[in-house]
């Protein structure tokens, strides 16, 4: 295999509901394909939205997958529904769209024109009505100021019927304290209408399937998408995108019509559809699905599973079930926040240890003797590194090889964001069944020594020429790894401050195109500190 795994985009398959922390299916479908055989069976404790489960099944492998999160379950439940009758269930779809659509006045607006039309999206700051963008039948689509008559409408929404909507509480970072608080009284008497008529759907992968398309949509239809301002000033449709990590309610937001989206995202599901039914298609194998905490693979007999793959939940610090708690509660799935594995500032990190160590003890258990276990893994901190490798020897497994992995597509929010340079991309882990140590694995150097060693990495790599902080992580933690360097002394930001003493940054502007859109970046460089370096020399 090469030095460094490139990436691919994201297949239709993955690209039709959203999850967080998804690995690139090209990479895993590679890992799979080495260490296990058709007929197989491929096991991934955090399964999260299905990649493994998908991808093995595609290559022939049965699988199994468990995840505490229940609508993880769901899409990846839904990703691998195979012989899917993809125009039936466009035509479900529609024709509930077309239904509730119709005994829908509400996204009836008023044309500078005189005729009525129908609202794309209507744009808000700070609670006010500012504009409407909207197909009109003899202009077109259009932006223009709010009517009278559009704050009519509104005003006949709260007088209008009710219908379910959920009501749980949002995790205490939230902008609102509740679900149904992110959302418009338009657009969740919207919703509560669509999702009453999907109910009644009585083919069961349809209906699935639709309460699928239901969530893609949800965080579209609330007021989580902000204002595309550059769009918004020219008059076009200024939609923006869902990419936050918390329930962040922007003062300037959109209002989506929940029908149109909806309709667009129908045909992005028949399309994910068709593309798994062709890649499922003749397969003998079987897929299972289990929502519940991997401390416990009670469904696995000792010795039945061929080879493991899994994308741990506590590397990239991303609180699955709390970003979730929008899907769950729209379809109504209890969560067990106390049993989710998560490094986050005040949980406890031996309590962190055991749960991690439960999972890969469980692990070792279940796989067959000398096969292997593929862990992908990304977090700066070199403590994390230590406990999360630790539990994976102190259970039975020793390390084969660490290899660095590029993440598929850059979002425009990954590239601006953070000033010395995001850490993207992440790592890929092989481990080989082995004996239980008993102890936790350490390194055999001195904590002073095992930190010059990465020092003298460090200088030695970006003597050369200067590097993104990306380059330093992927080039760094395989060699601290592979040496064993990974003293349990060494700090979190061990690297952070060798860089601080060694290097300085530099920076280089560039021009590039992201997400259709020109945009120029700052880049970040850490390059060798001469001044340092020669200081060392003298001494
Ligand atoms: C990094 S994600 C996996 C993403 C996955 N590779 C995919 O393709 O979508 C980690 C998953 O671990 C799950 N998780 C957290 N604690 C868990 C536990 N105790 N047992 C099982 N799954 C857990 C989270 O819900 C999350 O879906
Ligand atoms: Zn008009």
């Known amino acids: 295999m090469p030095d460094v795994i490139h990436a691919q985009r994201h297949a239709k398959r993955y690209e039709s509901h959203k999850y967080w922390g998804r690995k690139p299916a090209n990479v895993i479908r590679q890992y799979i394909a080495q260490y296990s055989r058709p007929g197989d069976l491929v096991l991934d404790p955090f399964c999260g939205s299905g990649v493994t489960l998908f991808e093995a099944l595609a290559l022939g492998r049965n699988a199994v997958g468990y995840d505490l999160n229940p609508v993880a379950c769901f899409i990846s439940e839904n990703l691998l529904a195979r012989e899917v009758d993809t125009l039936a269930f466009q035509k479900t779809g529609e024709a509930i769209i077309k239904r509730v659509a119709e005994a829908f006045p509400y996204y009836k607006v008023g044309c500078t024109c005189g005729n009525v039309g129908n609202l794309v999206n209507a744009v808000w700051q700070d609670g006010q009505y500012l504009a409407k963008y909207y197909d009109c039948p003899r202009c ?94 020219q008059g076009r449709n200024c939609s923006g995108v869902w990419g936050f990590k918390r329930f962040w309610l922007p003062h300037f937001h959109v209002e989506n019509n929940v029908f149109r989206y909806f309709r667009n995202r129908l045909a992005r599901t028949a399309a994910a559809k068709a593309e798994t039914n062709g890649l499922l298609a003749g397969r003998q194998a079987t897929a299972k699905v289990i929502n519940r905490s991997a401390t416990c693979l009670a469904e696995l007999a000792d010795e039945s599973v061929d080879f493991i793959l899994t994308d741990p939940p506590f590397g990239d610090m991303i609180p699955y079930l709390d970003l979730s708690t929008l899907w769950n509660a729209w379809l109504q799935f209890g969560v067990d926040p106390a049993a989710e594995i998560l490094i986050a500032p005040g949980r406890d990190e ?45 259970a039975g497994f020793t390390l084969q090889e660490c290899l660095p992995a590029q993440d598929g597509e850059v979002s425009f929010t990954q590239t601006t964001s953070g000033a010395k340079g995001a850490l993207r991309g992440y790592f890929i882990y092989v481990f080989q069944k082995s004996q239980p140590s008993g102890v936790e694995a350490g390194a055999s150097l001195s904590l002073a020594e095992a930190r010059a060693r990465i020092e003298g990495e460090l200088v030695n790599f970006v ?15 395989p060699f601290t790894v592979n040496h064993n360097l990974l003293h349990e002394g060494l700090a979190d930001n061990t690297i952070e401050r060798l860089l601080e003493k060694r290097c300085r940054l530099v920076t280089q502007e560039e021009s590039r195109v992201i997400e259709g859109e020109r945009a120029s970046l700052k880049s970040y460089y850490w390059a060798l500190d001469e001044a340092v370096a020669g200081e060392n020399r003298l001494s």
């Open 463 to 477: 003597a050369g020429r200067p590097r993104s902080l990306t380059e330093i992580y992927h080039h760094l933690i």
């Open 140 to 233: 077109g689509y259009k932006m223009a100021a709010v009517t009278p008559f559009d704050r009519q409408i509104l005003e006949q929404v709260a007088l209008s019927e009710t219908v379910w909507y959920p009501q749980n509480e949002l995790p205490p970072n939230a902008d609102a304290r509740y679900v149904h608080e992110l959302f418009t009284p338009r657009n969740l008497l919207a919703l509560g209408l669509l999702l009453q008529e999907i109910k009644e759907v009585q083919d069961e992968t349809s209906r699935n399937l639709l309460l699928y398309t239901f969530t893609a949509n949800v965080a579209f239809a609330a007021r989580l998408i902000p204002v595309n301002e550059k769009r918004f000033r």
């Open 350 to 394: 031996q309590n962190y240890y055991h749960q991690v160590l439960t999972v890969f003890q469980e692990c070792r258990r279940v796989l067959k003797e000398g096969r292997f276990l593929v862990v992908a893994f990304n977090h700066k901190g070199l403590r994390a590194w230590h406990l999360l490798l630790g539990a994976i020897r102190q």
